[in-house]
């Protein structure tokens, strides 16, 4: 079945640092993937997506790029802010699943920036 | 405001009683799903619905029913619940299904506590 593992967390950075948090996923067929952030107190908000290999999402500073070849989906940002902690969660959608829109999430990893 | 909202946030409830949750969208999506979010296993889907009157399982439906009476309508009944269903739930909807480019809106989740 499909699956996406990310990295345990929580993962803390003083602010300004360079953040990367790893995905790596297995699909069954050519999924479309997807990094959400969750604030405290709120649902989760897509931050961004990739739909075929070599894609490069980006939004808000963040980034990742969609590797095929290493089923990876590696997000990204230059300099953290501590407006930035929060969950994130990787997470696959493969077209034409009969579940529609059914996205398969990892367990989501924690960031905390401090001052 | 384009939104999903979900109601109670909180609950705490006793084994047995039943209850519903509900969650409407403003929208006019076609696709809605609901989901359980618990720690280290991060959110699995429990049912979703393609379109009005039409709903199917996911990934953990025991336990749960749905119905789709209405197009921004989505409530989630629990019918007789036990300790296990204590989590954290989400309602998420998008405009279609079976396809990357529909993100999903979600809902500010509820809080569950099943004693």
């Known amino acids: 079945g499909d699956s996406v593992t990310q990295m345990e967390g929580p993962v803390t950075l003083s602010e300004e640092a360079f953040l990367t948090i790893n995905c790596t996923y297995t699909?069954?067929?050519?999924?479309?993937l997807f990094w959400y952030v969750q604030y405290p107190g709120e649902g989760l908000q897509l931050l961004l997506k990739?739909?075929?290999?070599?894609d490069k999402g980006s939004n808000k500073g963040f980034e990742a790029t969609y590797r095929k070849e290493t089923t990876s989906f590696h997000l990204e940002k230059g300099s953290v802010q501590v407006s930035d902690s929060a969950v994130y969660f990787c997470?696959?959608?493969?077209?034409?699943?009969?579940?529609?829109?059914?996205?398969?999430f990892g367990t989501g990893t924690q960031l905390k920036v401090e001052l | 405001e384009a939104q999903v909202t979900q109601n109670p946030r909180y609950l705490i409830t006793v084994t047995g009683k039943k209850l519903t949750v509900t969650c409407s969208q403003n929208m006019n999506h076609e696709y809605m799903s609901w989901y359980r979010q618990d720690p280290g296993l991060g959110l699995r889907q429990i049912y979703y619905s393609m379109n009005v009157e039409v709903t199917d399982k996911g990934d953990v439906p025991e336990g749960y029913k749905v119905s789709r009476k209405e197009k921004r309508n989505f409530p989630l009944i629990l019918e007789s619940p036990s300790p296990n269903q204590t989590s954290l739930y989400f309602c998420?909807?998008?405009?279609?299904?079976?396809?990357?480019?529909?993100?999903?809106?979600f809902g500010n989740g509820t809080r569950l506590t099943v004693t």
């Open positions: 990739a739909t075929k290999a070599d």
């Open positions: 699909a069954t067929g050519y999924p479309s």
């Open positions: 998420a909807s998008s405009l279609s299904f079976g396809t990357a480019n529909s993100p999903l809106h």
């Open positions: 997470a696959l959608s493969v077209p034409g699943y009969g579940g529609g829109n059914k996205l398969t």
